[in-house]
């Protein structure tokens, strides 16, 4: 399985191939001259396995994302079926309303759900959303985990949030509006106000982060 | 522009032009005799020498206070007590000698002067200090943050770890001499979320294991910066993937370090992205960063009324103004 490379990750390299006739894809967790090799093999194992865990559950909870076929973890590599589509944060700006709304609602709750069951996706972009004849497939794994910590989902959305603000600025308010609608309508209004409160903590925590900001940013469920 | 710096523990003043020339740089840091920064020793500090890093700098730069365009002052982030002595000296001087007041942020400033150093055009940039912890890169008109430190800062960690075990200040370049002689890595919490990093616990287990006395302190203080540096060197990673910048700088006072730079500049060639460090004079806090910063500042008109020159203890790059980096990379074209 050589196949074409299809994207060089800040983790892994991804190569497109082919398994049973499928198109699938070939995650593979290269070591990293710059870490240490003790380091860096224990990372690459315990984040691939991981990887493959949460990516089988996330799939029995009814979360679109690519479907786990081979793992391998002496190589650090997964191999997963090829979702087809653009990635959320290359076409974002060029989508209509309603069709954000769909969208980021929809992420929300598959955030919602991921959290409901002790998982945080630990690298929530629009980078990491694969539109697949327009449904939002999530993808990379790669950082996620077992959690039940609100801690945990807190830092879940924060990162969310900061990446919209980071890319999408003039947007982001908006779409973290209709990603909280989602979250909530999965995990409940009470739950999804515990982890905002959370998120306003996380930022407030970092020793120079402005309170003004926040207030603007994190009007929603106030 | 004459520019005033004193976020920290340096007070800093420096002399330099809106095209790059810096004509002067004088500073005074405040070495605590024991434990960590105390903001209003440190602020002490910097009242007393003042006078005299000023008269330095214009006496390196041969530039008088009546020849000055303006007044440029470090207003945030940092620690209030230390901030206002800057700015109370800038108030004077802005008042006194008729010049216009430049507000100018801390983190920008070290962005700025690695820009001007390194040559680079539209970084993502790393600074790291005993502050900040953080990535930045410039999109949709502002510099913004790609990745941080959800808890201390890399140089903190550092500091904290040397200070606890008695082996001096600053933490980093003892730690790495130490390291040096490390041979077996020993597990530590590797602790990267998203784009972020947290390294809190990751001293209260190195700090934990040294305390045991089972590990040599060599391997702790290796595994110590294996780890953090490399935590740093991933979200680095994740973000010149996300941004697709071209170059990366690094910035602040553990720029120093040539550990750090060793890691990034193998990264960036796995990227094959242009890896440049800042000067080990403009690594640390100083003032030709504030000075060249408020050049380029008061070129595009930013001003500030002296009575609204509020200093801004958490002053958050992303809400600053920087009208003259749209027009830098207006003007010249992308070098290929």
Same mark, same amino acid.
């Given at each position: ?222 | ?14 002399? #330099? ?23 209003? $020793? ?8 003042? #006078? ?39 108030? #004077? ?24 150093? %390194? ?20 999109? $949709? ?6 990745? $941080? ?14 200070? $606890? ?133 008061? &070129?595009?008109?930013? %001003? ?21 980096? &749209? ?10």
């Amino acid at each position: 399985m050589g196949g074409e490379l299809i994207g060089i990750g800040a983790e892994a390299v991804l190569t497109l191939g082919e398994l049973y006739g499928f198109k699938v894809v070939r995650k593979a967790r290269l070591p990293k001259p710059y870490r240490d090799p003790k380091l860096d093999e224990a990372l690459r194992r315990e984040r691939t396995a991981t990887e493959a865990k949460i990516m089988i559950e996330a799939k029995s909870l009814g979360i679109p994302c690519p479907t786990v076929l081979d793992v391998d973890l002496e190589e650090a590599v997964i191999v997963m079926d090829y979702v087809e589509g653009p990635r959320l944060s290359r076409v974002l700006g060029e989508l209509p309303r309603d069709e954000l709304t769909r969208i980021f609602v929809e992420l929300g709750k598959y955030a919602g759900l991921l959290h409901a069951h002790g998982i945080v996706h630990g690298d929530l972009t629009t980078s990491n959303v694969i539109l697949h004849w327009g449904r939002p497939y999530l993808i990379d794994f790669g950082l996620s985990q077992y959690s039940r910590q609100l801690e945990d989902r807190g830092v879940d959305v924060h990162l969310f949030l900061r990446a919209l603000e980071s890319t999408h600025f003039s947007l982001s308010k908006f779409l973290f509006e209709r990603f909280m609608e989602g979250y909530a309508s999965v995990v409940g209004e009470d739950e999804a106000k515990r982890v905002l409160e959370k998120v306003r903590e996380i930022r407030r925590r970092g020793r120079y982060v402005s309170e003004r900001r926040l207030k603007g940013a994190l009007r929603h469920g106030e | 522009m004459l520019g005033i710096e004193s976020t920290a523990h340096t007070y800093g003043v420096g002399v #330099a032009t809106s095209d790059g020339r810096i004509l002067a740089n004088a500073s005074s840091t405040y070495v605590p005799a024991r434990g960590g920064i105390h903001p209003r $020793e440190a602020a002490e500090h910097h009242s007393k020498v003042a #006078a005299e890093v000023l008269r330095r700098a214009l006496y390196e730069s041969g530039v008088s206070l009546e020849e000055v365009d303006g007044i440029a002052v470090a207003l945030g982030p940092g620690m209030g007590p230390c901030l206002r002595v800057g700015c109370s000296v800038a108030r #004077a001087l802005a008042s006194y000698f008729n010049k216009p007041l430049v507000p100018v942020n801390h983190a920008v400033a070290h962005v700025e002067i690695a820009k001007l150093t %390194t040559g680079a055009r539209d970084p993502l940039v790393v600074f790291v200090s005993g502050g900040n912890t953080v990535i930045i890169a410039y999109a $949709e008109g502002r510099y913004r943050v790609f990745g $941080e430190t959800l808890d201390i800062a890399l140089g903190n960690c550092m500091d904290t770890f040397a200070r $606890e075990l008695g082996l001096g200040f600053p933490g980093t370049p003892i730690i790495e001499r130490l390291a040096a002689r490390g041979r077996e890595f020993i597990e530590l919490p590797y602790s990267v979320k998203g784009q972020d990093v947290s390294f809190s616990g990751l001293l209260t287990a190195a700090l934990r294991l040294a305390r045991e006395g089972k590990h040599r302190l060599e391997d702790i203080c290796y595994s110590l910066v294996e780890v953090a540096y490399d935590m740093v060197v991933e979200v680095a990673e994740r973000a010149l993937a996300h941004t697709e910048k071209r170059e990366l700088i690094l910035t602040g006072g553990v720029a120093r370090s040539r550990l750090l730079q060793e890691k990034l500049r193998r990264m960036c060639e796995l990227h094959g992205a242009r890896f440049a460090v800042v000067p080990n004079e403009y690594a640390g806090d100083n003032g030709a960063m504030i000075a060249y910063t408020g050049a380029l500042a008061l &070129e595009h008109g930013v %001003t500030m009324p002296i009575e609204e020159s509020y200093i801004r203890q958490r002053w958050r790059v992303e809400e600053v103004d920087v009208p003259w980096v &749209e027009s830098s990379l207006a003007s010249a074209p992308r070098p290929c």
